[in-house]
């Protein structure tokens, strides 16, 4: 299994304060890694796609963005073909695991996201897991975007959420799947505190973001 993340400096890249302040650093990353080790028995390779050298203290495979575009486009290289063979977790650096994901990691779909928490009628990427053959369908659909027409942008600057809603408009809801074990953090961990116990996986969206929460979940954040 390829995890793939991507750390780069918001700022730079004109995003909104929310992300461009979160404050995102190779301490992060390393964050990620131990709590990939500590659940999961999976072979995996953790992958960084940097806008810069960074130094990690854990096993990270440290890859240079090629996109000098604006806004979130250069995210879409977490579906560069060259990065690994195999299935590929793509996570943001704004997650926590909070238990073992032997499981998640085991699923076996084409490409799953996530349901939007704030619109269900759509998706989200808080995390995606793909076959082989469908990173390669998708970034041959984005190498090619401009041929379509479509102006995939949010907030004024281009947006890989608004690219993937239309070309995985049909994607696995992984949070039915596993239900309650993917929690977005201001929808279901803070609105359903029974359900928390469930959860494998925290992401966050916006504000707040680690370290400002609950001392509940920083635990996970080591």
Not at 103 to 126: A, K, M, S, V
Not at 152 to 165: C, G, I, V, W
Not at 176 to 192: C, D, G, L
Request: aromatic residues 10%; glycine residues 6%; hydrophobic residues 35%.
């Amino acid at each position: 299994m390829d995890i793939v993340c991507i750390l780069f400096n918001g700022k730079e890249r004109h995003l909104p304060s929310y992300s461009a302040n979160a404050g995102y650093s190779a301490e992060w990353v390393d964050k990620l890694a131990r709590a990939i080790k500590r659940n999961t028995t999976k072979s995996h390779k953790l992958i960084c796609l940097t806008d810069r050298e960074y130094q990690f203290n854990e096993t990270v495979t440290q890859v240079a963005l090629d996109c000098e575009d604006l806004g979130w486009a250069c995210v879409m290289e977490a579906f560069r073909p060259g990065l690994g063979k195999g299935r590929r977790f793509i996570i943001g650096l704004d997650t926590l695991i909070t238990n073992n994901i032997d499981e998640l990691l085991n699923w076996r779909g084409e490409c799953g996201l996530l349901t939007d928490p704030f619109e269900p009628h759509t998706i989200c990427n808080g995390i995606g897991l793909f076959s082989a053959a469908e990173v390669k369908r998708i970034w041959n659909l984005w190498q090619h975007r401009a041929e379509s027409g479509v102006n995939y942008t949010y907030k004024n600057l281009p947006s890989e959420m608004a690219f993937l809603r239309v070309v995985c408009a049909n994607a696995t809801r992984l949070d039915q799947v596993f239900p309650h074990e993917i929690q977005s953090y201001k929808v279901h961990w803070t609105n359903q505190p029974e359900e928390r116990s469930k959860a494998r996986i925290v992401y966050f969206h916006g504000n707040p973001k680690p370290p400002n929460i609950e001392p509940e979940l920083m635990a996970h954040w080591l």
